[in-house]
Antibody, heavy 115, light 106 residues
């Protein structure tokens, strides 16, 4: 059974770095891609980037050089790291797969950036 | 980036037919997908590649369109369909989502 689960902090301080882990089960990271999507409170969805099954990455240029996605295939985990957080980074962060449309989503983790 | 425009809200009565539109700022061929999202939950895929019904999704849901104009139809609408519906394109990079259409069942 396919599952994705995000874990991460509830609260991050302004200008600090956000780290979220997506732990997957039911499929292999070397076979399928995993994407990150975020949703500010009361707003729409925004694609952030992807970890490709071959190990490469792709990023939304809106996040410039702030965003980094990596993985540990032995642990079936994909990592999101984003630095220089601002208050408008307050959002629920989802991992989803496989793309280009997303059949499966995690439940998301709500992150608040606090000053 | 490709901008997807959706009407913000609709209200219909149970049993009626509703169409939710999504207009793209440039052609996305048929690489348009539709999701339903209920409050506090993750989105769920309804339609992929413009007109293909995701497994397990009721046949009341259907999709159509190509190029820049797409439609999600629910017929007949049920009370449980209260949700926000998002379109998403994957033809152009980066993938983008519409701003969502909030459907209220009267």
């Amino acid at each position: 059974q396919v599952q994705l689960k995000e874990t991460g902090p509830d609260l991050v301080q302004l200008t600090q770095t956000l780290s979220i882990t997506c732990t997957v089960s039911g499929f292999s990271l070397t076979t399928y891609n995993v994407h990150w999507v975020r949703q500010p409170p009361g707003k729409g969805l925004e694609w952030m980037g992807a970890m490709w099954n071959g190990g490469g990455t792709d990023y939304n240029s809106a996040f410039k050089s702030r965003l980094s996605i990596s993985r540990d295939t032995s642990k079936s985990q994909v990592f999101l790291k984003m630095n220089s957080l601002q208050t408008d980074d307050t959002a629920k962060y989802f991992c989803a797969f496989p793309g280009p449309y997303f059949d499966y989503w995690g439940q998301g983790v709500m992150v608040t950036v606090s000053s | 980036d490709t901008v997807l425009t959706q009407s913000p809200a609709l209200a219909v009565s149970p049993g009626e037919r509703v169409t939710i539109s999504c207009r793209a700022s440039e052609s996305v061929s048929t690489l348009m997908h539709w999701y339903q999202q209920k409050p506090g939950q993750q989105p769920t895929l309804l339609i992929y590649l413009a007109s293909n019904l995701e497994s397990g999704v009721p046949a009341r849901f259907s999709g159509s369109g190509s190029g820049t104009d797409f439609t999600l139809t629910i017929d007949p609408v049920e009370a449980d369909d209260t949700a926000t519906y998002y379109c998403q394109q994957s033809w152009n990079d980066p993938p983008t989502f519409g701003s969502g259409t909030k459907l209220e069942i009267k």
